[in-house]
């Protein structure tokens, strides 16, 4: 029987900082300040990427880059045995158009995984983390260009081959459906109009599945060992009252999601698909029909929380902020200090769905409450963290109790890392905290949590 992956998870764009050592080029994440600022830039990147900032969050991070080693020997001891990490698009391929690859970013990436493979750390390895190289978005307005498919498919052979042996698991995209909510940080879309935003978004997506069906063929040809996965953001639509019509919609919200998945999981586009697709007027060619029949292995999807719509919705209903996704306000569950809406259930309801859809292994890649901690004393008492895993890890066990097939559990996140929606650090997720505030101002020295050695004698008992 295959080990059950234990394990945490964490981004380049989020950790390394480093962002411009050793011969790396821009990332779109690189342009967004923190605070208010940085939902102006993500969502209308065109009037606002040439102001400046004071500070950007991923320059630094939480310099991942510099303090990989005693990082990963933290880890190692919390007792995970992966570790979910990212590589950064642009460290291999500054600017995305490169012919061979930059060797200075190629060897961090040997030493880190090197590292993990030492402490016997299975890497799960995403290859576009928010990280499409920012020449792309200057060059062709990212992923609505095709090239960017050639582009992305050279970086995932070049990291296959690299890498073939050391690294088995792979997710080309992280969060694929986000390309729909914020095209600037999901495909590096700076000019995306209202009128055409829909049409942009859509054969972006597009663009995205056939690279990453292109990928999975490369993969698998490579080596039948790789185990490639798709990525979504999860979270179920519920219906807000039993009219049919609310449940019509949550069906028809739902499929928001799965329209990738469908794709990815199953080789080709749904029957709910093809009126939008004719509406659209995509650019898909029956090459690219036949490359989507290269299925991924495993289903991997990061869940936070559920959402609720009404067909009736009125004007002044009462929302509730959740990863990007705007949803009504759910009265039958708490809220974190950031308003994401809490429901462990909602996991177990996202894994039934998913599993009963697809039938092939979940990963659940991430998972986590991002709060405010406070060092006192030198310790950080996360009770509140604690208890949300614990109540999250049950739902997790009770779905698979409930017959669905998991991989492996990868709480977001490994350490304190920069928030992808604020760039905050204050939003913190991580078992260990890391000294810094949300100006760039700390020593950056890391402290083990309550959470940490809750979930290692958590791990010493699987
Ligand atoms: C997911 C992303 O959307 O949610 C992560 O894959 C992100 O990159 C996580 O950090 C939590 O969101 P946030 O905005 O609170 O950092």
């Known amino acids: 029987m295959k080990k059950f992956l234990w394990g945490a998870a964490l981004s380049a764009n989020q950790a390394e900082g480093a962002f411009d050592v050793d011969g790396r080029g821009l990332s779109v994440i690189d342009k967004l300040p923190a605070g208010k600022e940085r939902f102006q830039v993500m969502s209308d990147p065109k009037n606002n990427l040439s102001r400046t900032f004071a500070h950007y969050p991923s320059h630094h991070g939480v310099e991942f880059y510099e303090h990989y080693q005693s990082d990963i020997k933290l880890l190692a001891e919390m007792g995970i045995n992966s570790l979910r990490i ?4 642009p460290r291999i391929f500054p600017t995305g158009t490169e012919q061979s690859p930059n060797e200075a970013g190629l060897k961090f990436y040997d030493n880190l995984i090197d590292e993990l493979l030492h402490y016997g750390i299975e890497p799960i390895v995403t290859m576009s983390h928010f990280d499409t190289p920012f020449a792309l978005s200057e060059r062709v307005n990212g992923w609505t260009h095709k090239s960017c498919i050639d582009a992305f498919v050279r970086y995932a052979q070049t990291l296959l081959t690299h890498f073939n042996g050391r690294v088995r698991y792979w997710i080309p995209f992280n969060e694929i459906n986000m390309i729909l909510h914020l095209p600037y940080v999901g495909g590096g879309i700076v000019d ?3 009128e055409q935003r829909a049409k942009l978004t859509y054969q972006a997506a597009h663009n995205q599945l056939v ?12 080596n039948p060992e790789n185990q490639m996965g798709c990525m979504l953001a999860a979270g179920n639509y519920y219906p807000q009252t039993c009219r049919p019509e609310d449940n019509l919609l949550a069906i028809q ?20 698909a093809q009126p939008k697709l004719r509406e ?13 029949k290269n299925t991924v292995d495993f289903i991997s999807f990061s869940y936070y929380n559920s959402k609720v719509c009404s067909s009736e919705q009125r004007e002044g209903a009462e929302l509730t902020a959740g990863n990007i996704f705007q949803s009504i306000k759910n009265p039958y569950l708490e809220s974190s ?3 994401w809406q809490i429901d462990p259930i909602g996991l177990r309801i996202s894994m039934n769905d998913l599993y009963d859809r697809y039938q092939k292994p979940l990963l659940i890649a991430e998972n986590g409450l991002g709060a405010k901690d406070e060092v006192i004393d030198g310790a950080v008492e996360d009770d ?13 066990q009770a779905a698979m109790q409930d017959g669905v097939e998991l991989l492996g559990y990868m709480p977001w996140s490994a350490l304190d890392v920069i928030s992808a929606s604020t760039g905050q650090i204050s939003k913190r997720y991580g078992f260990i905290y890391v000294d810094v505030d949300d100006d760039g101002n700390g ?19 699987q």
């Open 86 to 89: 990212s590589i950064s698009w």
């Open 337 to 339: 200090e950031w308003g």
């Open 253 to 272: 919200k739902n499929r928001e999601t799965y329209w990738f998945i469908d794709v990815q999981a199953r080789g080709y586009y749904p029957s709910y």
């Open 192 to 194: 995306c109009p209202a």
């Open 384 to 396: 509140y963290r604690i208890e949300y895993l614990k109540r999250h890890l049950e739902n997790m």
């Open 211 to 222: 690279a990453n069906a292109k990928v999975c063929q490369l993969a698998h040809a490579l």
């Open 280 to 292: 659209l007027a995509l650019d898909i060619t029956e090459e690219e029909i036949e490359l989507l």
């Open 443 to 461: 020593t950056y020295r890391r402290i083990p949590k309550k959470s940490y050695y809750w979930y290692q004698s958590y791990l010493r008992n």
